[in-house]
């Protein structure tokens, strides 16, 4: 039997849906619903008719298999990072008490739970001296990271984080219970890898651990007035690195208040970040002409447990309301440097909070020992702006972000990556894929999904449409 999706008539089914799993159904109106429901992103509009918060891999099944039954979309939650706006009837599948670490020193690999961040996943590794691909930011969810591909502040040295992947435990969109490796559901092991979540609930998750348990690292701070110096400096600096060395570069414009250091709160600064994979002393010699460029305001390198990765970023772990975009470059030519100093520089009318460029090349550039659904390995750069997404500057900083963009296509082609500017615009999504890539992942989508129920698929099956539409025209 279906019912139409409104709060009324899924009031019944909804309580027998409590009265069969394990976890917790939570409704609007409820302090657990929003704080489940709320993303990381709050400029996001999220109102699922029900959050389903699962306690295992069974209760997954269970959600899926009612929100099939009762026309509704599956969007899923862990930490709230990476939310797309969803506008038609669905049920949140919330995997956060999905909590389960496993570290064997061992095979020096890893078993994740959906509702693990990676913090935790660090500091169990560094109990046994080993590390993890994880990303700028420990306070995000393993398994969105990692589907999306995930960028490390060492992955010139080490690729992908998906790269490590061994395997995946995931209920598609049909409700099926799966697991998928190299050799057990390969094509849905590839999609897994660089398709988000638009093949289903990912419960759990194995990898690789790296073995280190220091690196050398951290961030220097300059004044804004030095960036054209520093950018300049940076970008034929960064071009030599060995795959030893990974680097990023912001230009920053934090607001006062008291989660930012004073020296760095409303004024315009330049951030180089780095890190280093090996010998300190090499490290240290490899960051030296970045080091006497200007003084630095604030920040400071030196060797560094692994389990203070995020410490190199230091991105904010407190919801906002943020605007972001996200392109791919395939070069950074010194007009591409004077472009974004135009509109980034401490003289430009610059809106965004921060904009990042950051080396890619290395690891990255390789092709993993499987092949994934992560796409643009040759690309050089990533180029990142984030920006406040409220009153009375969303406008603003989206349009100033749309200008950025526009203004570095010669040089990236309008190419992006799946864990960066998170979007449901076909027209965005087809650029984190080559064409090849987005026609097996919206005929994958299809497979495993049938009745399109997973909500992240229909922007997939959507851009793949588009791409085939302009081939035949």
């Known amino acids: 039997m279906s019912f139409t999706p409104d709060s009324s008539s899924l009031q019944l089914p909804l309580a027998d849906l409590a009265g069969k799993i394990s976890g917790d159904v939570l409704l609007p109106g409820t302090a657990a619903y929003a704080a489940a429901a709320t993303p990381w992103n ?43 706006a969803h506008t038609r009837p669905s049920l949140l599948v919330h995997t956060g008490r999905l909590d389960e670490v496993t570290i064997d020193p061992a095979t020096r690999r890893a078993r ?41 502040p060492v992955a010139r040295t080490f690729g992908f984080g ?78 030599g690195l060995p795959e030893q060395a990974s680097t990023s570069i912001a230009i920053m414009r934090l607001p006062a208040m008291p989660a930012v250091p004073p020296p760095l709160a409303g004024r315009c600064t330049v951030a180089v970040r780095y890190a280093w994979v090996g010998d300190p002393a090499d490290g240290e010699r490899a960051i030296d002409p970045i080091r006497g460029l200007a003084p630095a ?33 395939r070069e950074l030519p010194d007009a ?70 526009d203004a570095v296509q010669p040089w990236s082609g309008g190419i992006s990556a799946p864990n960066f500017g998170s979007t449901t615009d076909p027209v965005l999504v087809a650029l984190k894929y080559d064409m090849a890539a987005l026609a097996r992942l919206a005929t994958l989508t299809a497979s495993y999904d049938p009745r399109a129920r997973m909500a992240a698929s229909h922007p997939v099956r959507a851009a793949a449409g588009l791409v085939q539409s302009r081939a035949r025209s």
Request: charged share 15%; proline share 5%; glycine share 12%.
């Open 162 to 239: 998906s790269d490590l992947v061994t395997a995946f435990d995931v209920v598609t969109g049909d409700g099926a219970p799966r697991r998928a490796t190299a050799t057990e559901n390969a094509a849905l092991f590839w999609a897994l890898r660089g398709g988000k979540g638009a093949l289903g609930v990912v419960t759990a998750v194995e990898f690789e651990l790296l073995d280190v348990d220091r690196i050398y690292g951290g961030c220097l701070y300059f004044d804004g007035a030095d960036a054209d110096r520093v950018l300049s400096a940076w970008k034929t600096w960064s071009a």
């Open 297 to 329: 305001i604030f920040g400071g390198l030196g060797v560094m447990p692994f389990t203070a990765l995020g410490m190199i970023n230091a991105d904010p772990v407190d919801p906002m309301p943020v605007h972001e975009r996200s392109v791919l470059l």
């Open 112 to 152: 994740v739970g959906a509702g693990v961040r990676w913090q935790r996943v660090l500091d169990a590794a560094a109990e046994h001296g080993l590390g993890t691909l994880a990303g700028s930011s420990p306070h995000v969810g393993v398994v969105g990271y990692l589907t999306g591909g995930g960028l490390s």
């Open 42 to 84: 709050v400029a996001v509009a999220v109102s699922p008719v029900a959050v389903v918060a699962v306690a295992d891999a069974t209760d997954v099944v269970t959600a899926v298999r009612f929100a099939d039954a009762h026309d509704l979309d599956v969007i899923v939650q862990s930490t709230g990072h990476g939310a797309l």
């Open 336 to 405: 591409a440097v004077r472009t974004l100093l135009a509109l980034i520089g401490p003289a430009a009318d610059c809106p965004q909070v921060f904009v990042e460029l950051r080396l890619l090349g290395g690891a990255l550039a390789r092709e993993p020992r499987e092949s994934s659904a992560v796409c643009h390995r040759e690309a050089a750069y990533s180029l990142l702006t984030i920006g406040i997404a409220a009153p009375p500057i969303v406008e603003a900083t989206a349009g100033h972000a749309a200008a950025v963009m």
